[in-house]
């Protein structure tokens, strides 16, 4: 990927994550520009990581064949519009926003360009991110090779059969984080109400959920199964399980991804063209 040279257009959070991976994956300064306009922000940008840092959004895309929008999804018309012209040469686009369908990048950019949409999560942060991506037809094998490549700087990577699929994927992924933030947060507040120090309950709460996570990766079984091994019949576990399984705790989960994927069907609605 030696000659691909990457514009972000935006460098918040989720852009100078990937950027981070990129940059202790071997990506060379030369090959990575991010542009924001927020002097700040590229300024911070710049004193962490050997990269191109610019206000001006066309001049670094005119010089990339890789262009990943990582702003919010309100500005992205029109981020888009004002590099349309600029687009002659035919870049792959990335767009990591929620709920802005290729259709609508496609009406914005000028519709001849390979687009990838991709929904990447905060943990990427940590290079421990998990990504959703899906190409449009006018993307190649080696462009799809490319995007691959990028998004697992930063965590695995998953290709859905469908766009649609990809507010699924915020659903699960994407806003997931947030999920086990709030598990997290409630197990804590449990366990102080119990008695146990905020420290403990909180050492105790995080541990815990690496430590299932992790296993649950390693292990050749399956999460049910995993589940089974810590519940030894009519010992501690099992009633947590029942008083969960008795509050519904599968519909809640269901409602809640269900609510999540029909906002960014919505947002598409709302924002796009
Ligand atoms: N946060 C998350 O968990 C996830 C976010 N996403 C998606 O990633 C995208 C970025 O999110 P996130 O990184 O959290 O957002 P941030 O607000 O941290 O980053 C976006 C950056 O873009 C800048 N910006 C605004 N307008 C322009 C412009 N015209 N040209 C260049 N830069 C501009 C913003 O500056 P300023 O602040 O001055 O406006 C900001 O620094 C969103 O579309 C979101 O849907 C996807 C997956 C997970
Ligand atoms: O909440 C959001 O809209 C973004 C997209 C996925 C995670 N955060």
Redesign the pocket.
Known sequence: MSQTKITF???????SSIIGGLVKKGYSAGQITA????QP?LDKVADSFPVVTTAD?AAAAVRSNVIVL????Q?ME??CTALKPHLAHKPMIIS???GIDIRSLDTWLGNDLAIVRC????PALVQTGASGLYANERTSDAQKAIANDIMEAVGIVQWTASEDLIDSVIAVS?SGPAYYFLMMEAMIDAGVAQGLSRENATQLTLQTALGAAKLAQDSDVDVVELRRRVSSPNGTTEKAIQSFENDNLREIVARAMQTCAERSKEMAKELGA
Do not use: S
């Open positions: 257009i935006g460098a918040g959070n989720m852009a542009t924001d306009t927020h922000t959004n990582a702003v919010k999804p500005v029109q981020v990591i926003a929620a929904m990447p999560n905060t994407g």
